[in-house]
Antibody, heavy 119, light 108 residues
Framework: QVQLVQSGSELEKPGASVKVSCKAS????????MNWVRQAPGQGLEWMGW????????TYAQAFTGRFVFSLDTSVSTAYLQINSLKAEDTAMYYC????????????WGQGTLVTVSS | EIVLTQSPGTLSLSPGERATLSCRAS???????LAWYQQKPGQAPRLLIY???RRDTGIADRFSGSGSGTDFTLTISRLEPEDSAVYYC?????????FGQGTKVEIK
């Protein structure tokens, strides 16, 4: 069965970097795009962008350009989200979610990774 | 960027009642590219409806979607206690997707 399993919670200091992983199983990794979605505490969902799992080409929503980096390791069917120069406002749950193509919804989601930024 | 505005913010209804949730887009969205998700506390979102009106696999038939252009609706025909959740619409017509801000459904 399809599964997206994310890495565990992270506690980081402001200015540090963090890398969240999303390991896919149960399907052919490079036939689905991988998206990232942020949810701040008590807030709604924000689509951060997606990465083409064939080419590795990322697309970022406007609010997530600069400090946010999507990457892949196709040998282990894993997508990564790295956040650099962490700020307190980056404290949130981060989800990976696959989509069959650019014009398709997110049919499977990871369980989420909580990133807490605090001094 | 296409902005999605959901209303109402919160809906408080009794079991067996009908819930009607609205999602309005700032510009026309092809109905092929509008989805609804359900998120319960402490859980990841779950796809309910895609292409505006198609239920995802395993979704109960009391959930239905409709609409076109800029106005879309999610209807829950007979509320059950387990339908207590936040519901989000999402457009995926453009390569930059957006979510609505969510509607919280409370069961009395």
């Amino acid at each position: 069965q399809v599964q997206l399993v994310q890495s565990g919670s992270e506690l980081e200091k402001p200015g540090a970097s963090v890398k969240v992983s999303c390991k896919a199983s149960g399907y052919t990794f490079n036939t689905y795009a991988m998206n990232w979605v942020r949810q701040a505490p008590g807030q709604g969902l924000e689509w951060m962008g997606w990465i083409n799992t064939n080419t590795g080409n990322p697309t970022y929503a406007q609010a997530f350009t600069g400090r946010f980096v999507f990457s892949l390791d196709t040998s282990v069917s894993t997508a990564y989200l790295q956040i650099n120069s962490l700020k307190a406002e980056d404290t949130a749950m981060y989800y990976c979610a696959r989509s069959p193509s650019v014009g398709a919804p997110h049919d499977y989601w990871g369980q989420g990774t909580l990133v807490t930024v605090s001094s | 960027e296409i902005v999605l505005t959901q209303s109402p913010g919160t809906l408080s209804l009794s079991p067996g009642e009908r819930a009607t949730l609205s999602c309005r887009a700032s510009q026309s969205v092809s109905s092929s590219y509008l989805a609804w998700y359900q998120q319960k506390p402490g859980q990841a979102p779950r796809l309910l409806i895609y292409a505006a009106s198609r239920r995802d696999t395993g979704i109960a038939d009391r959930f239905s979607g409709s609409g076109s252009g800029t106005d879309f609706t999610l209807t829950i025909s007979r509320l059950e206690p387990e339908d207590s959740a936040v519901y989000y619409c999402q457009q995926y017509v453009s390569h930059l997707r957006t979510f609505g801000q969510g509607t919280k459904v409370e069961i009395k």
